[in-house]
């Protein structure tokens, strides 16, 4: 399968689903939206991954591309493409499908999140890192998949599309850059967790990926 991989800031690359795509054999093409500033007319993929980044679903003002890049989710999802959106990601695929983006309690660093039960894809709980201060309610005719005792909405399913709030393509040298957003006293903590806790993160990275893009 194409598919394409946004990019919305050089802080937040697609980590290890660089390495899953071409593994499971898909054809990845990355979009560099934080260089180009404008979705392409030529982005005609079959799958859709959208990473994070720094800026608010709801900063169109700022960043007129992110109206573009909801008018995108909505088609593919429309069609019944196939769209993983991570962190940001999420927050746009929510946002694009009629649901408010707000402030959050912030999480940063490792947490313990629990699979809704029956969900297809998440355990009973799983750690997973997190780097974010903004939420969404669900969009209508959504479900959830995970949720966290701080913020509720942490992974949901509509239609095509997948979001996640959490990062499980980060890799060590991705969560080491993060940490400096970390406070101070918590950084032994997360440098600890990262340790125990990213081969399972990836793990389940991979089964997210193939629920996305092999239904």
Not at 135 to 141: I, K, Q
Request: charged content about 15%; hydrophobic content about 45%; some cysteine.
């Amino acid at each position: 399968m194409k598919v394409a991989v946004l990019l919305h800031d050089p802080a937040e690359p697609a980590g290890l689903i660089d390495e899953l795509l071409p593994a499971r054999g898909h054809s990845a093409a990355t979009v560099r939206l934080d260089e180009t500033n404008e979705i392409p007319n030529s982005l005609d993929e079959a799958g859709l991954v959208l990473m994070g980044g720094p800026m608010s679903a709801n900063d169109e003002a700022v960043y007129p591309w992110l109206a573009a890049e909801k008018a995108l989710i909505r088609r593919a999802v429309g069609a019944g493409r196939p769209v993983l959106g991570i962190c940001l990601g999420a927050q746009l695929i929510a946002s694009a499908l009629g649901a408010p983006v707000y402030a959050a309690e912030q999480e940063t660093g490792w947490r313990t999140l629990a699979g809704v039960p029956g969900n297809p894809v998440f355990p009973p709980t799983f750690p997973a890192f997190e780097l974010h201060d903004e939420t969404f309610d669900l969009p209508a005719g959504a479900v959830l998949l995970a949720t966290g005792d701080r913020v509720p909405h942490q992974a949901f399913a509509i239609g095509s599309a997948v979001g996640l709030q959490f990062h499980l393509e980060a890799t060590a040298p991705m969560i080491a850059n993060w940490n400096n957003a970390v406070p101070a006293s918590e950084r032994d903590g997360c440098s600890t967790g990262t340790a125990r806790y990213l081969p399972a993160a990836h793990r389940l990275c991979g089964t997210v990926l193939d629920y996305v893009l092999l239904p």
